[in-house]
């Protein structure tokens, strides 16, 4: 029955949500320790995370595209739902890494979370108050990744359904237009 | 886990092995290879720089910083231990005791490589009985 459509000749509207992919959270973690990057990648694959991980803030930035002047605006189509870095990191801490990400437009939405092996309660306030969406004590827990995930898809599955709803009301018009040109 | 280990691998070793599966059957070993190439340079480091007198407590501390960072991740209790001990010292500026603990930390760093190399030796071979009678079962 159905003929294959070409995307050029349907009508489809380009929005998409800003999920990796339908399912898939894409995490950006930073640490300076291999080893604890290591560690980090396999809990957030675990989870069903798409990651992306790097060993350093300013190669965060360089990934985010934030890297050049003041006026860098960041990679417009990088979809990136969460960051988790290192609090102590060598040049760039993961603090300074936390406020250039919350200045910038391109992704100040972006939850960003801390991870540090010290229990340094004016650090945490100072993170938090900087816009930190939480703060974690290494090493961190299978569980703490899972939560995090659970509750950015929660956020994310409401855009999502509005989304597919929307691109299944477009497929019925397009199938409505196409019978009747058959006809 | 067993006797084997008591007391040089903490809970965080086995939540390590929990992470492994099927499709990731070396992670471990992966992140173990990692920590003993990464704790190699930040002992080669320090070792040099305890021989340079005075000592430099601030740089000191950070080398220390790391190795007990990657030795939690770990799980390598008995080490850990001994990066506490000598931050200790650092922060006390006592050279000495820098020194002294050091020496401990090597030694118990050593003895987690050998006990660690023969378990993943163990591993490897018990995997291979299985697959072995498996076959033998055909």
């Known amino acids: 029955m159905a003929e294959v459509m070409r995307s050029e000749t349907l009508n489809i509207s380009n929005n998409t949500s800003s999920l990796a992919s339908p399912e898939l959270l894409h995490v950006l973690a930073v640490d300076d ?3 604890d990057r290591k560690f980090i990648e396999r809990l957030l694959r675990v989870s069903s995370c798409k990651v992306t991980v790097v060993d350093s803030a300013t190669r965060a930035l360089q990934y985010l595209g934030l890297d050049g002047d003041n006026n860098s605006v960041g990679f417009e189509d990088l979809k990136i739902n969460l960051i ?6 060598p040049g760039m801490t993961g603090y300074e890494l936390l406020k250039k990400i919350k200045e910038s437009s391109a992704f100040k939405e972006i939850p960003v979370v801390i991870m540090s092996s010290e229990n340094i309660l004016p650090r945490i306030d100072r993170c938090l108050e900087e816009g930190a969406e939480d703060f974690l004590l290494k090493p961190v827990k299978l569980s703490d990744v899972k939560r995090l995930r659970d509750s950015l898809l929660k956020a994310e ?3 999502f359904k509005n989304i597919m709803h929307k691109r299944e009301l477009e497929a019925n018009d397009i199938y409505s237009q196409l019978k009747r040109t058959k006809i | 886990m067993g006797k084997f280990m008591q007391g040089y691998l903490d809970e965080q ?10 499709a990731n059957p070396n992670f471990v070993e992966e992140v173990a290879a990692s920590y003993f190439k990464d ?9 040099q720089a305890l021989r340079r007198g005075p000592l430099d407590f601030n740089r000191l501390d950070s080398y220390m910083h790391q190795f007990k960072g990657s030795s939690t991740s770990i799980g390598a209790s008995k080490v850990k231990t001994e990066c506490t001990m000598f931050r200790e010292y650092c922060r006390a500026g006592n050279a000495e005791g820098c020194l002294r603990t050091f020496q401990e930390l090597k030694k118990e760093h050593a003895t ?26 055909c």
Do not use: G
Not at chain 1, 84 to 89: E, I, K, N, Q
Not at chain 2, 13 to 22: K, N, P, R, S, T
């Open chain 1, 157 to 159: 599955e409401r855009v």
């Open chain 1, 33 to 35: 320790s291999i080893v």
């Open chain 1, 84 to 89: 988790m870095t290192d609090y102590s990191m």
């Open chain 2, 13 to 22: 070793f086995m939540e390590l092995e929990e992470l492994q599966d099927d």
């Open chain 2, 112 to 137: 987690l490589r050998k006990k660690l190399e023969h378990y993943f030796q163990v591993q490897a071979s018990d995997q291979l009985c299985v697959i072995n009678q498996l076959q033998n079962m």
């Open chain 2, 39 to 47: 704790s190699a340079r930040l002992i080669n480091n320090i070792d």
